[in-house]
C-alpha cells in the first residue's frame, strides 16, 4: 500500500474500535444485557465486578486479538483504555478493568452452556434480520461441522485431556495431551462464517478403557462421533426451525450421521471419499449409465442399508507444476440432483473448506488463537473459547459491513492490532455510543 493510499485509508476510518461498535450496536444490540443476564456463579456480596463487566472484558480481548490473559492485564491497564471500555460496555468506570485472575476464578466456575445461549440468541438476531438471505442455499442455511483441537502439548492441562500415544510399549513412547471442540459455523456470506453452536470432545473414564485397544484413528472418530450427536442436539433446541443444510467432510459419511440428519429434518452434502462407504461406491460402479452435466456425473436413489442416498462426482481442470491435471471430488447428498442443479450442489459442497479458511485458521492465525490456554481448568478453556467465537463473530460484521463497505483494505493480522491501539484514542461527544445510544443507530 502506498503512502497516499495508506493516508485515504485512515481519513475513512478514524477510529477502528468505534465503527466496529456501531457495528456491533446495530447487528447485536443486545449483547452486553445477554452477557449480564447471565445466571452468575458467585455470591455477589463479595463480588467487585458484575458478570458484564468480566465478560465484557474478555469479549474486547477478542476484539484486540490479544492472545494471553497476562497481556490483556498489561494492555487493559492504561487509564484511556480503562476509561473507554467502560464506555462502551454501559457501565459506570472504575479504577481498573478486572484483573487476568478474577476473570479465570469467574470462568472456572460459570456454566459454559450461558455463553452458548448469549451467542446463539445473537446469531438468532442475525438470522431475522434477513440482512444475509443471499447466502442460503435452495432456502436453506448452509451449516459446516467439523473438529478442531484447542490445546496440544506434553503437558496434561485437567482430565478431560485425550491423550495420544507414540512409539507405545518402547522406551521412547511419549504422549501428546489435547483438548478438542466440534464446531458448527453458519455460512453468512463469501467471507463471514460464524459459530452457531459448539461440542466439546472430552475424554472420561469409560472412554479411556474402551479405547485402550483402539488405534488413533479409530479413538478420533469414536470421539467426533459422539460429539456430532450432542451437537446435533444441541442445535436442533436452539434452532428447531432452522432450514439446514448440512456440510461436512467424509469422517461423517456414515449411516448415523444420515440419520440423524433425517430424523432432524435437515438435508447434507457430505464429503465422500473412495471407501468410506464400499457398498455405495459398488452399488454406483454398477449403473452404466450414469447422467452428466458440464463436470458432473451423478445417481440417484442408491440403495444404503435400504434408504436412499444421491451420489454425485464433479472435476475440475488445474494446473499442476506446470501441467494440467483433472482434480476429482465426490459428495453423498440427501438432496435429488439433477442436471440443473448438480454444478451448485458440487459449488455448495466445496463450501465446508470455510470452516478452515475463514473458521480455524482465522481464529488461530489471524485473529488471536485459540489454541492459547489461557487457563488450565477445563471449564474456563470453554468458557474462552465460547467468548473468542463472539469477539470473532462481531469482528467479522465490523470486516464485512465497514472496512469491505468502504472498500477498505487491511491485512488480516493488522485488523486486531489497529483495533486495540484504538481503544486509547480520545472519544469525542459525538463520537460516543455509549450503551444509551443504542437505539439511535440506523437500521439501514
Wanted: aromatic fraction near 10%; hydrophobic fraction near 35%; charge should be positive.
Amino acid at each position: 500500500m502506498s503512502r497516499e493510499q495508506e493516508r485515504i485509508r485512515r481519513k475513512l476510518e478514524k477510529n477502528p474500535i468505534m465503527e466496529c461498535n456501531k457495528v456491533r450496536q446495530k447487528h447485536c444490540p443486545n449483547l452486553f444485557q445477554d452477557f449480564a443476564d447471565t445466571k452468575d456463579p458467585r455470591n455477589l456480596s463479595y463480588a467487585d465486578y458484575s458478570n458484564g463487566e468480566l465478560l465484557g472484558t474478555v469479549f474486547y480481548k477478542g476484539i484486540a486479538g490479544i492472545e494471553s490473559m497476562q497481556s490483556m492485564t498489561y494492555e487493559f491497564n492504561k487509564e484511556k483504555v480503562v476509561k473507554n471500555l467502560y464506555r462502551f460496555m454501559g457501565k459506570k468506570e472504575k479504577t481498573y478493568l478486572p484483573h487476568a485472575v478474577t476473570i479465570n476464578e469467574y470462568l472456572e466456575r460459570m456454566e459454559p452452556e450461558e455463553l452458548q445461549k448469549a451467542q446463539q440468541k445473537q446469531v438468532y438476531g442475525l438470522l431475522r434480520s434477513k440482512v444475509f438471505y443471499d447466502a442460503r442455499f435452495m432456502k436453506k442455511w448452509l451449516v459446516i461441522v467439523d473438529g478442531t483441537q484447542t490445546y496440544s502439548g506434553g503437558r496434561k492441562l485437567n482430565d478431560g485431556c485425550l491423550e495420544r500415544h507414540y512409539n507405545k510399549g518402547t522406551e521412547e513412547e511419549t504422549v501428546n495431551y489435547h483438548c478438542g471442540v466440534l464446531e458448527a459455523k453458519i455460512v453468512l456470506g463469501e467471507s463471514l462464517v460464524v459459530s452457531i453452536a459448539s461440542e466439546f470432545i472430552e475424554n472420561n473414564g469409560e472412554d479411556a478403557e474402551r479405547q485402550k485397544h483402539m488405534n488413533e484413528e479409530e479413538k478420533k472418530q469414536d470421539c467426533e462421533t459422539k460429539a456430532f450427536k450432542r451437537l446435533a442436539g444441541k442445535l436442533k433446541k436452539a434452532f428447531p426451525r432452522l432450514p439446514i443444510i448440512l456440510l461436512a467432510d467424509s469422517l461423517y459419511a456414515s449411516e448415523p450421521v444420515m440419520d440423524i440428519c433425517r430424523d432432524n429434518g435437515w438435508e447434507s452434502i457430505i464429503r465422500y471419499k473412495m471407501g468410506s462407504i464400499p457398498s455405495i461406491t459398488e452399488e454406483y460402479e454398477k449403473i452404466p449409465e450414469k447422467e452428466t452435466s458440464g463436470h458432473a456425473e451423478f445417481v440417484n436413489e442408491i440403495d444404503y442399508n435400504g434408504k436412499s442416498v444421491n451420489m454425485l462426482r464433479f472435476w475440475e481442470e488445474k494446473v499442476v507444476k506446470g501441467a494440467p491435471t483433472r482434480v476429482g471430488f465426490q459428495w453423498l447428498t440427501s438432496i435429488r440432483i439433477t442436471k440443473k442443479n448438480a454444478g451448485k450442489l458440487a459449488e455448495a459442497g466445496r463450501k465446508r473448506w470455510k470452516i478452515e479458511n475463514e473458521g480455524f485458521n482465522r481464529q488461530k492465525n489471524w485473529q488471536g488463537d485459540i489454541t492459547h490456554a489461557c487457563s488450565w481448568n477445563a471449564t474456563a478453556m470453554k468458557n474462552h473459547y465460547l467468548m473468542a467465537q463472539i469477539s470473532d463473530m462481531v469482528k467479522q460484521l465490523y470486516e464485512w459491513f465497514f472496512l469491505k463497505k468502504n472498500g477498505i483494505k487491511k491485512k488480516q493480522k493488522n485488523i486486531s492490532s489497529e483495533l486495540l491501539e484504538s481503544f486509547a484514542q480520545q472519544i469525542t461527544e459525538t463520537e460516543d455510543i455509549s450503551r444509551n445510544d443504542t437505539l439511535s443507530v440506523p437500521v439501514n
